[in-house]
């Protein structure tokens, strides 16, 4: 089966080409036939955040030359004639993405594929439209079912895999997720099957990176600058002469809390113009600081939930600091749960992950209706 895989929940827009075969299981197989992706992240930059109308925007701008760098060699240039009626109803609100799906579509004929897969949720809701109204537009011209994807899933789907295939993966599986929107802990009982036990009440972990970030002055998004700050403190030995809390550590719930670890260190930082050694130790602590409390909080579940497996997704999942420190509480904890982690590339947002977890639901039908289907900005996992 090829799956189309649409991603524009965020400011990445991305989309791919996967072929796959066998459910979940160790037959399973796939492998990657394209893969393109756009980050916004420079553009949004100045705002120290994303800007939603301008993810809306680009998302318009970037998706037609993205899909036809993935179809590649797979999509025939022939004229075709498309019901431009249609397109202009599904596509009222993205003109500027109607006036590039046009032409293509009509230079080109229908590819090979079995279904497209689309983030519908969660997310930025003028964001995530873009995604889904493309698809509709595709589905309509092309006959081909839509099937709307979980973002989280997405994330949790794609580091199940280890390496390019699926070994025996052992339920329960406890999933932690962190990026920039969500700090969750998802228990999984089987494929497909949800129980979130754990979520951050205020900041997610991710933007309290960006967030810390921009208080030291650096550039957005802050993970990457946070980790890279923060290893070279390790590395030249710079030991911070200050401590900063670990929120909700001590308190029985696999709940987090990450809002006052950034108003701690707005208090420490108060207006003063850092040294580079000073931010070198700011980062040091603040990541010590957000590992701690996600190594602890993990653990404690995964010994509470008997899990077999854990499974890391999400932006932060890129930080090897945390990485590192999952690891080692694991190896500690004596019967060591399988820990799985994306490749680093694949961390932050990407269409595979959608593509992935999009197959398993089109392999067994579960299409959305395309009249219905919609924006879910706070979508959960069930
Ligand atoms: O999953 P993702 O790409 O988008 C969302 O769904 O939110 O996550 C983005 C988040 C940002 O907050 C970014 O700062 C964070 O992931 N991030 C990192 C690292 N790389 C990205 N945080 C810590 N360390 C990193 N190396
Ligand atoms: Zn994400």
């Known amino acids: 089966m090829k799956v189309l895989g649409i991603e524009?929940?965020?400011?990445?827009?991305?989309?791919?080409?996967?072929?796959?075969?066998?459910?979940?299981?160790?037959?399973?197989?796939?492998?990657?036939?394209?893969?393109?992706?756009?980050?916004?992240?420079?553009?949004?930059?100045?705002?120290?955040?994303?800007?939603p109308n301008l993810a809306k925007r680009e998302h318009a701008k970037n998706l037609v030359p993205l899909l036809e760098q993935v179809l590649g060699k797979d999509v025939r240039l022939t004229k075709s004639n498309i019901n431009v009626?249609?397109?202009?109803?599904?596509?009222?609100?993205?003109?500027?993405?109607l006036a590039q799906i046009v032409p293509f579509l009509e230079q080109h004929g229908k590819p090979d594929i079995d279904a497209i897969a689309v983030t519908y949720g969660p997310g930025l809701e003028p964001a995530l439209w873009v995604g889904i109204n493309f698809a509709k537009a595709l589905s309509l011209v092309w006959n081909v079912p839509i099937v709307a994807v979980n973002h989280m899933e997405g994330h949790i789907v794609l580091s199940m895999m280890k390496g390019r295939n699926l070994e025996e993966f052992e339920f329960p599986a406890l999933a932690l997720l962190i990026s920039?929107?969500?700090?969750?802990?998802?228990?999984?009982?089987?494929?497909?099957?949800?129980?979130?036990?754990?979520?951050?009440?205020?900041?997610?972990?991710?933007?309290?990176?960006?967030?810390?970030?921009?208080?030291?002055?650096?550039?957005?998004?802050?993970?990457?600058?946070?980790s890279r700050l923060a290893a070279e403190a390790r590395t030249e030995n710079l030991v911070p002469d200050f401590k900063l809390p670990r929120p909700m550590l001590n308190e029985d719930t696999f709940d987090f809390s990450f809002?006052?670890?950034?108003?701690?260190?707005?208090?420490?930082?108060?207006?003063?113009?850092?040294?580079?050694?000073?931010?070198?130790?700011?980062?040091?602590?603040?990541?010590?600081?957000?590992?701690?409390?996600?190594?602890?909080?993990?653990?404690?579940?995964?010994?509470?939930?008997?899990?077999?497996?854990?499974?890391?997704?999400?932006?932060?999942?890129?930080?090897?600091?945390?990485?590192?420190?999952?690891?080692?509480?694991?190896?500690?904890?004596?019967?060591?749960?399988?820990?799985?982690?994306?490749?680093?590339?694949?961390?932050?947002?990407?269409?595979l992950m959608i593509g992935l977890a999009g197959y398993f639901r089109a392999l067994h039908k579960e299409y959305a209706d395309p009249t219905s289907l919609g924006a879910i900005g706070k979508l959960k996992l069930v």
């Not at 009626?85 to 993405?97: K, M």
């Open 8 to 51: 524009t929940s965020c400011d990445e827009t991305a989309v791919c080409l996967i072929e796959a075969e066998g459910d979940f299981g160790p037959s399973f197989k796939w492998q990657t036939l394209g893969n393109a992706l756009i980050s916004q992240a420079a553009m949004h930059a100045e705002f120290g955040g994303v800007f």
């Open 85 to 97: 009626g249609s397109l202009e109803q599904t596509l009222t609100r993205e003109p500027e993405l």
């Open 180 to 226: 920039g929107g969500h700090t969750e802990l998802v228990l999984s009982k089987q494929f497909q099957s949800y129980e979130i036990i754990g979520e951050t009440r205020d900041d997610a972990a991710g933007e309290a990176f960006d967030k810390v970030a921009r208080l030291l002055g650096l550039g957005y998004p802050g993970g990457p600058e946070i």
């Open 259 to 351: 809002s006052g670890l950034k108003t701690a260190v707005r208090k420490l930082v108060d207006g003063k113009e850092l040294s580079g050694e000073e931010k070198k130790k700011m980062a040091r602590e603040f990541e010590d600081a957000v590992a701690d409390v996600l190594v602890e909080k993990t653990m404690r579940a995964v010994e509470t939930c008997g899990a077999q497996t854990v499974v890391v997704g999400g932006g932060v999942s890129a930080n090897t600091y945390i990485r590192k420190r999952l690891e080692e509480a694991l190896k500690e904890y004596g019967d060591p749960a399988r820990l799985l982690v994306p490749p680093p590339a694949l961390a932050t947002d990407n269409a």
